[in-house]
């Protein structure tokens, strides 16, 4: 139990480009999702918390126009990278945690983001 | 907020015993995560502590002294698919959330 996939696992875009990550729970519902962003050799960095039915919570010098996140249901929800640049390159991971169990986090397998 | 510190990189032989620290600087402290992520891949769960003393399960195991902001992950009977990133985090200051370390690259070698 407590699967959560990300589609697509890898994507290559054009510096401008708009792409769009999903993740999703699996077998059990996420009230909670987490958005995550690690560059080479580097600590996972928290971009910002969804959840469901309500704006992202940002975490500081993330900007929310740039990553939108829209968690529209208990096992959904979505990053979009808007007009994406080089910099923007990197290892894009969500995690999802269920009411009453916040402290587990349940991690999908990550987006490679590579933009040219 | 928080300050976590964990060597950029170790090596070890295959069959060995490796112990990888974590010290940490916080207000509040609330509990303390290891996870193991192979590259490329997502972190998966290892241990968390939240009280002074040593957890084990299996060959890992893990030791906390909020007193001393430290914490170790020891690994026993090596293999060589425990090659991977092992990341520290910690959680404080009354958020479920915890902050991850950089992450030490363990090698093991035949």
């Known amino acids: 139990g407590a699967v959560v996939s990300q589609h697509p696992s890898r994507v290559i875009c054009k510096s401008g480009t708009s792409v769009k990550i999903e993740c999703r729970s699996l077998?059990?519902?996420?009230?909670?999702m987490f958005w995550y962003r690690q560059f080479p050799k580097q600590s996972l960095m928290l971009m910002a918390t969804s959840n469901e039915g309500s704006k992202a919570t940002y975490e500081q010098g993330v900007e929310k126009d740039k990553f939108l996140i829209n968690h529209a249901s208990l096992t959904l929800s979505t990053l979009t990278v808007t007009s994406a640049h080089p910099e923007d390159s990197s290892f894009y991971i969500c995690?999802?945690?269920?009411?009453?169990?916040?402290?587990?986090?349940?991690f999908g397998p990550g987006t490679r983001l590579l933009v040219l | 907020g928080q300050n976590i510190d964990q060597p950029t990189e170790m090596t070890a032989t295959e069959g060995a015993i490796v112990q990888i620290n974590c010290t940490y600087q916080?207000?509040?402290?609330?509990?303390l995560f290891w996870y193991q992520q192979h590259a490329g891949e997502a972190p998966t769960f290892l241990s968390y502590n939240v009280l002074d003393g040593l957890e084990e399960k299996g060959r890992f195991s893990s030791f906390l002294s909020r007193s001393k902001g430290y914490s170790y992950l020891l690994l026993k009977e090596l293999q060589m698919k425990d090659s991977a990133s092992y990341l520290c985090?910690?959680?404080?200051?009354?958020?479920?959330?915890?902050?991850f370390g950089r992450g030490t690259s363990l090698i093991v070698h035949p």
């Open positions: 916080t207000s509040g402290f609330n509990g």
């Open positions: 985090a910690v959680r404080s200051g009354g958020s479920y959330i915890p902050t």
């Open positions: 995690s999802a945690s269920v009411e009453g169990a916040v402290e587990t986090q349940y």
């Open positions: 077998d059990f519902q996420a009230t909670t």
